[in-house]
């Protein structure tokens, strides 16, 4: 292997070694109180990683508002949401499929997800106050 190569494969290394680190998905941030193990808290909103067998996942949104909870085939999906045009919000990156996002209000939301070597996916949604809309994604190549 060439210099070059093993340069390159070593910056490749870095940079997926600190996305990774800096992720929200990896980060259990606890300022709010929400975040448990294998959850994480992203713009104050508890997103349950379902990767983990965690008992003590978020399942319920706050009163008044909603969850999306999006799956893929294959997972590890990046997801970003994007809030209704009324809401002014900017699109938020979250971590990894599959997630489930709570206290959404209530609205449409388009959610996009991709993964390096597939098709990007796009699906809007209506999230309604106390239900759960569930996103099922097959990435194609």
């Given amino acids: 292997?060439?210099?070059?190569?093993?340069?390159?494969?070593?910056?490749?290394a870095f940079i997926l070694l600190a996305f990774a680190a800096c992720s929200p998905a990896s980060n259990s941030n606890t300022a709010n109180g929400n975040a448990t193990p294998g959850n994480a808290n992203v713009a104050g909103r508890t997103?349950?990683?379902m990767n983990t067998a965690n008992t003590n996942a978020?399942?319920?949104?706050?009163?008044?508002?909603?969850s999306i909870e999006i799956g893929s085939a294959p997972p590890g999906a990046g997801i970003t949401?994007?809030?209704p045009p009324e809401s002014?919000?900017?699109?938020?990156?979250?971590?990894?499929?599959p997630a489930t996002i709570n206290d959404l209000a209530p609205g449409?939301?388009?959610?996009?997800?991709?993964?390096?070597?597939?098709?990007?996916f796009q699906q809007e949604v209506e999230v309604k106050a106390g239900s759960t809309v569930r996103v099922k994604a097959?990435?194609?190549k």
Avoid at 58 to 66: D, L, V
């Fill in 108 to 120: 449409k939301y388009t959610v996009n997800l991709s993964k390096n070597g597939y098709k990007n």
């Fill in 88 to 97: 002014a919000g900017t699109p938020l990156a979250y971590g990894p499929t």
């Fill in 58 to 66: 978020a399942t319920q949104s706050k009163p008044g508002t909603g």
């Fill in 138 to 140: 097959l990435l194609k």
């Fill in 81 to 83: 949401l994007v809030p």
């Fill in 47 to 49: 997103i349950a990683n």
């Fill in 1 to 12: 292997m060439t210099l070059t190569r093993r340069a390159l494969l070593a910056f490749t």
